[in-house]
């Protein structure tokens, strides 16, 4: 019998027979089947609680695992980004100290060095807004004037002077941009 009905057979027994004598099932018999339900509900109980202690204690691990692995995978990336960049930056530091020293240092070989840690940067999600000297329309969401005091309206036709730079759709910096004269 479910808790309720028994509940209900209580009650409605002590108002049913005369006298108030129950004459179908003895209340002691209705009080330990009511009894024996709570236990069982109660075991019900312990075991869900149990069962969501165990899937709390798996969410935990998973979530722990999830976190190592997005650890890994970032360590991995940055690994092999600076690994791309370490021999560009290598020369670099030589053509610098060439420099300082008083001797002649190519720009092209800058050029070259600077091309190719760009292309590492791009590689791994670095973007560029816009190219030097770009004429485009003003846009204040990934543009600044480059000047101080000068503003533009959105849609103003205006060259960029210095590209901004986004990395997977996140924007690192604006371009800064200034009147097309």
């Not at 027994?13 to 004598?21: I, S, T």
């Not at 600076?82 to 020293?101: H, I, R, Y």
């Amino acid at each position: 019998m479910n808790l309720f009905k028994n509940i209900v057979q209580i009650f409605t027994r002590n108002q049913a027979g005369p006298d108030n004598f129950i004459t179908e099932e003895p209340v002691d018999n209705i009080i330990l089947a009511l009894q024996s339900e709570v236990v069982g509900n109660q075991l019900t109980i312990a075991e869900l609680k149990n069962e969501l202690s165990n899937q709390q204690a798996l969410l935990a691990d998973a979530e722990k695992s999830r976190h190592a692995i997005v650890n890994q995978t970032v360590d991995t990336k940055l690994q092999k980004l600076f690994s791309e960049l370490a021999s560009p930056l290598s020369q670099l530091a030589l053509l610098q100290s060439l420099f300082v020293e008083g001797k002649e240092v190519k720009t092209a070989n800058i050029f070259k060095l600077v091309a190719a840690i760009e292309s590492s940067l791009t590689d791994n999600g670095l973007s560029k807004l816009h190219e030097v000297n770009e004429i485009c329309p003003f846009d204040t969401t990934i543009m600044d004037s480059i000047k101080s005091g000068i503003t533009f309206a959105p849609g103003e036709k205006i060259r960029v002077r210095l590209p901004g730079y986004s990395l997977k759709g996140n924007y690192l910096c604006k371009s800064l941009v200034d009147k097309t004269e």
